[in-house]
């Protein structure tokens, strides 16, 4: 998933609006890093540790002594997630092979979405403590660094999200949508990109309203690094909590209902176009995910 966010909200939190748009491939995409078909896939998670690394260090600017932290806390990580997350995954695509050939209701699609949030939330977790030690390390000039990153990314967000016409930003996102829908079902219908396109105009999803919430979520993330700067370690471990709760709860005043209204439109959305598919296009869904499948249990097989 191309998005752009803090180190942290990174692996805490999935944009309710990307439900709206790529139901079916994020689920099989987020547990691998990659856009790629299958062969790709098992190099790009072999490869994870230093995608991962260089990642972090674009948004902290490490120090000699914190990329070698670094690496360790990230080998131990994805230790943790090969060994115990990779087979879950398989078992949810397995799942998902048997689901893909049947019609769809809303309610199914958004249970499917909550599978995902759930690993979301499971890596969350585990990588509290590791963040946590990183941002108790961080001088003023990686501080800086930071905000110059997030300044960067939210160039990119207002370029791809609100500039050119209401015509334009539409194309934009039905392009992104038509094309991630292709990578799991083949080529789509003339009737079927329209009624993507239909979907997305009726979409709540207001990018003005996420970007001022990105904004928020990064001054806090700022916020609650100077705190850890300043805490001892298990107080800098609740600071931390505290943010990742406020991340996925918003104290912003009725947010996380427009959240829910994103996520219930997706689910719906997602549906209404599976239901169109034919016969040959859920059985492209089917070898797509069981080539992924295959990945998850071929990985977490390797030690």
């Known amino acids: 998933m191309n998005t752009s966010a803090e180190p942290l909200r990174s692996l805490w939190l999935i944009d309710s609006k990307i439900i709206a748009r790529r139901f079916w491939l994020t689920l099989a995409l987020l547990t691998v890093l990659t856009l790629g078909a299958c062969s790709t896939t098992r190099l ?64 199914q699609a958004c249970a499917q979405f909550e599978a995902v949030r759930a690993a979301v939330q499971r890596a969350s977790e585990r990588g509290l403590e590791p963040l946590t030690r990183l941002g108790q390390q961080l001088d003023r000039e990686q501080m800086a660094h930071l905000q110059r990153h997030q300044d960067k990314g939210n160039q990119s967000f207002a370029e791809e999200y609100l500039e050119g016409s209401p015509e334009e930003r539409l194309n934009r996102r039905v392009d992104q949508a038509v094309s991630r829908s292709e990578m799991l079902y083949g080529r789509l219908s003339p009737a079927q990109r329209e009624l993507v396109r239909s979907g997305l105009q009726q979409s709540p999803w207001d990018p003005q309203k996420a970007l001022q919430e ?66 040959e296009q859920r059985a492209n869904a089917v070898r797509v995910l069981k080539g992924y499948e295959d990945d998850m249990r071929a990985l977490a097989a390797q030690r």
Request: proline share 5%; with cysteine; charged share 15%.
């Open 214 to 279: 990105r904004l928020r979520r990064q001054s806090e993330l700022r916020q609650t690094l100077q705190t850890l700067q300043n805490s001892p370690n298990g107080t800098a471990l609740d600071a931390s909590r505290s943010y990742l709760i406020r991340v996925l709860q918003t104290p912003t005043a009725g947010y996380n209902a427009n959240s829910q209204a994103l996520v219930q439109h997706g689910c719906a959305q997602f549906a209404a176009l599976h239901n169109t598919t034919t016969t």
């Open 44 to 107: 790009a998670y072999n490869q994870a540790p230093n995608l991962l690394y260089w990642w972090l260090d674009g948004y902290m600017d490490f120090s000699s002594a914190q990329s070698t932290q670094a690496r360790q806390d990230i080998d131990t990580f994805l230790g943790w997630h090969r060994s115990t997350e990779l087979p879950t995954y398989a078992r949810q695509l397995q799942q998902w092979q048997a689901l893909a050939p049947q019609d769809m209701s809303p309610a």
